[in-house]
């Protein structure tokens, strides 16, 4: 997990790096559509990729909790699914920032 993490972030610093050698092309507006394709990739793929590994740990800890305690499955169950709403909010917030993205490319 620890290597896929850096090699993400390696990967970004490199793409990040690149952009200054591509400044004079990009004063006519060459080549800046597909630094905006992949950054509206990488804001889904980041956004969606938090969010499984959130509401899994989410389900996991109210699914042992459950277990533990069934008597309070009620009360865990509604603080679960509030945690899981505004957990799939900022799935959503990166969706919304990559059409806004997607929206510079016209």
Known sequence: MRRMITSLF???????????????????????????????????????????????????GAMQGIARNPGASGKIMTNMIIGLAMIESLVIYGLVIAFMLLGKMG
Not at 17 to 46: D, H, K, Q
Request: glycine share 20%; no cysteine; net charge negative.
């Open 10 to 60: 390696v990967f970004a610093v490199m793409l990040l790096s690149a952009m200054p050698a591509m400044a004079a092309e990009g004063a006519n507006g060459g080549g800046s559509n597909g630094i905006i394709a992949i950054a509206t990739a990488l804001a889904v793929a980041i956004a969606a990729f938090g969010g499984g590994i959130g509401q899994g740990n989410a389900v996991n």
